[in-house]
Every structure is written in structure tokens, then in C-alpha cells.
């Protein structure tokens, strides 16, 4: 029994070593370019005056962090990008449930490899996250109640939470195999008592 938990323990050691956890996005200095319902004039960004035009739906961070990135056009939504890397949907009235979509293509920031949901506030139903690709990120809010300034965030991150073995793990794992049937052996070569 002390074996296998001694087993089991170098395991955990082991695996342990190598993990990687995400970490959050950071977009200071970020020029965020976004769609609304797959649009590029559906959004209005703050480096713009929220005012419609060419280029209108590109924006870089507030500087500030007082208010918010992105208006769309029909003015339902706010989007806030923080630094570290949280997106927060705000709603300026009580949205029923539509055909709303959002994308964010982040340029040169560092690759989003996660995006999940952080919190809801004065929102009922789930949004679809998804990642397109290292770089652009898609809301669907197609299933998402909202009340008045009800919002909801989602973290994206940077990184892998993939536990990947670093090279001195299979040597510690051997070893503390080598160990036990060391043990084992010695155990087996004894005379029983009588």
C-alpha cells in the first residue's frame, strides 16, 4: 500500500515540475480593431469621439481606464478593455435577446490562448467566447437577457495550462521507480519470522 502512494506522489512531483499556467493578457499600448454583428461601421471606437467614419472601429486602450473603448452604433452596448487584459460588456438600456455579435482583433498582442468568462452582473443566459485565432477573439450574446447597465466580463489570457514534463521529470520518476523495486526485492529476498 506504502508503494503506491509512494508512486503516486512521485507522479504528481513530476508532472508538478513542468506546468505552465496562463497568465493574464496584457494590452497596454493595444490598438483594438472590432465588428458588431460582423460590421466594421456597427462599432465606434473612443480614439475616434465614438463618431462614425473610415477607421472609426479601430481604438487603443483609455489611458484613463475611466471609461470604455467601444460603443456599437445602435448604442445598446459599452465595451472596456482593462490592461490586464479583462473585457467587460455593458448594456446602456434592457436588450432582449437578438442577433448581437462582437469581434476583437487585438494585432500585436501577445496570442490569446484562453478566453473565459470572469462574471454577470444583472444578466441572465450564456454568451458564446471563442477564440478565431492567436489574435481575435468572438462574443456571440445571440442567448444573453440583459437589464439596464447589466454587464458581463470575460478574461482572456496568455499561456498554456498544459502540464508539459520538463526534462528532469522521467529521470525523477525512473529513480524513485528504480527505488521501490529495490525495496521489493530486498522485501522478497528475506526470510519469513517464525
Avoid at 102 to 110: H, K, N, P, S, Y
Wanted: aromatic letters at 6%; proline letters at 5%.
Amino acid at each position: 500500500m506504502k508503494t503506491k502512494h509512494l508512486l503516486q506522489a512521485l507522479a504528481l512531483v513530476a508532472l508538478g515540475q513542468g506546468a505552465v499556467h496562463a497568465a493574464p493578457l496584457m494590452l497596454q499600448d493595444t490598438s483594438i480593431t472590432a465588428t458588431y454583428n460582423g460590421a466594421a461601421d456597427g462599432m465606434l471606437g473612443l480614439d475616434h469621439g465614438f463618431v462614425a467614419g473610415p477607421g472609426a472601429n479601430t481604438s487603443k486602450l483609455d489611458p484613463t481606464d475611466t471609461g470604455v473603448e467601444f460603443f456599437t452604433s445602435d448604442f445598446l452596448f459599452g465595451i472596456d478593455f482593462s490592461t490586464d487584459g479583462l473585457l467587460t460588456v455593458i448594456a446602456n438600456y434592457a436588450v432582449a435577446p437578438g442577433a448581437y455579435s462582437m469581434r476583437f482583433d487585438l494585432g500585436g498582442a501577445l496570442p490569446v490562448t484562453a478566453f473565459t468568462l470572469a462574471g454577470m452582473g444583472g444578466v441572465t443566459g450564456i454568451p458564446g467566447l471563442s477564440i478565431i485565432d492567436s489574435h481575435t477573439i468572438a462574443l456571440d450574446l445571440s442567448g444573453v437577457d440583459w437589464s439596464e447597465f447589466g454587464a458581463l466580463s470575460a478574461r482572456l489570457e496568455t499561456g498554456t495550462a498544459v502540464a508539459v514534463p520538463e526534462p528532469g521529470a522521467p529521470a525523477i520518476l525512473l529513480g524513485g521507480l528504480a527505488a521501490l523495486a529495490l525495496v521489493q526485492n530486498g522485501r522478497s529476498g528475506r526470510k519469513p519470522r517464525a
